[in-house]
């Protein structure tokens, strides 16, 4: 027989978000009895709905057992925070590399199994001006991703290896030697691999310590970026990446 105590289905997650925001707007961590009285609940019940919420690391409980925010929920601030840092510290790269060469660049940030952009900046061009913001960018078939493995920001991720055009790598050994050219070159390249006359380059941002965090891309249509520009491009990345980052130290 159920407990009629404890809330289930719809009225348990309703019950357990309204105890989460309570814990992530307390100016003080909040005990348990406070938090049942706030709420109008069982303290058993109050408790249990905490206890999940606990292993699934969105709270925590300090050593007098007052509850905080988890790891879960305070890993993705942290993250949040240093992402909207990256976009101030490299928006200057971006209007740059777009005003040199007329295309649209792009930076990028490791996501859930797929590239993440976030910030871009069109170049003079209507062909070819696609937002990328919010996409779903797979890792192995965009030279962002490229960048993004070759230097360990992400694992290859598990399972088959998407085809989005006939030019996309599918198979792990040839993925595997292509991030090998990546670190060799110091810059990644797709062309036709996300869609059709597609060619971009890109190359990694790195934090003092030399782990890569992010990537930045420059890409248009491929009579535009012919093969013999390709180098020329990923050059031209990496010294505006390394000029900003030099500009900041010096600051």
Request: with cysteine.
């Amino acid at each position: 027989m159920a407990n009629p105590e404890l809330p289930v289905g719809t009225q348990a997650v309703d019950r357990a978000g309204s105890l989460l925001i309570e814990i992530l707007e307390a100016t003080t961590p909040p005990l348990l009895t406070h938090l049942a009285r706030a709420h109008d609940l069982p303290k058993s019940t109050t408790s249990r709905l905490l206890g999940s919420l606990e292993r699934a690391g969105l709270v925590t409980r300090d050593r007098a057992g007052a509850y905080l925010p988890g790891n879960v929920i305070t890993r993705f601030a942290r993250q949040s925070n240093r992402e909207v840092e990256l976009t101030k510290r490299m928006r200057e790269v971006l209007e740059t590399l777009a005003k040199k060469t007329g295309e649209t660049t792009n930076l990028a940030v490791p996501g859930n199994g797929h590239v993440e952009m976030i910030d871009q900046v069109d170049g003079r061009y209507l062909l070819g001006a696609t937002n990328w913001i919010g996409a779903n960018v797979p890792y192995h078939c965009s030279s962002l991703g490229k960048v993004l493995l070759a230097y360990g920001a992400v694992k290859i991720p598990s399972g088959r290896l998407v085809r989005r055009t006939k030019s996309s790598i599918t198979s792990r050994t040839k993925l595997l030697a292509e991030l090998e050219t990546v670190r060799r070159n110091g810059f990644a390249v797709i062309k036709n691999e996300l869609e059709e006359g597609l060619v971009a380059v890109a190359a990694p941002i790195r934090e003092i310590d030399g782990s890569v965090i992010g990537a930045i891309s420059i890409s248009g249509p491929t009579p535009r970026i012919p093969d013999n520009q390709i180098a020329t491009l990923g050059a031209l990345i990496i010294s505006e990446i390394a000029l900003s980052q030099q500009k900041a130290g010096a600051a």
